[in-house]
């Protein structure tokens, strides 16, 4: 068994995750996966894990916060 590196659960179905910057992460759920890996969005502190918006590496989770934050350049996809 391992031990999630969120909660700390020793669970004998945990999978390993590999982040972007090469760091290795065990998890005993997806919801522990995204509590530590999702970005937040900048202006409402939301998990993000859909695709989300970028503008200067601050991440939103919508147009709507985007704009909230003063950025008018993004659009959501429709």
């Not at 031990?3 to 179905?13: A, H, L, T, V």
Request: net charge negative; hydrophobic share 30%; with cysteine.
């Amino acid at each position: 068994m391992a031990r999630c590196d969120n909660c700390g659960n020793d669970y004998d179905k945990s999978f390993q995750m590999t982040a972007l910057d090469g760091k290795m992460y065990t998890f005993d759920s997806f919801e522990c996966a995204i509590q530590t890996l999702a970005p937040v969005c900048a202006h409402c502190g939301v998990r993000i894990i859909g695709h989300g918006l970028e503008e200067n590496g601050r991440m939103f989770c919508c147009n709507h916060c985007a704009q909230g934050e003063g950025v008018s350049e993004l659009r959501d996809r429709s």
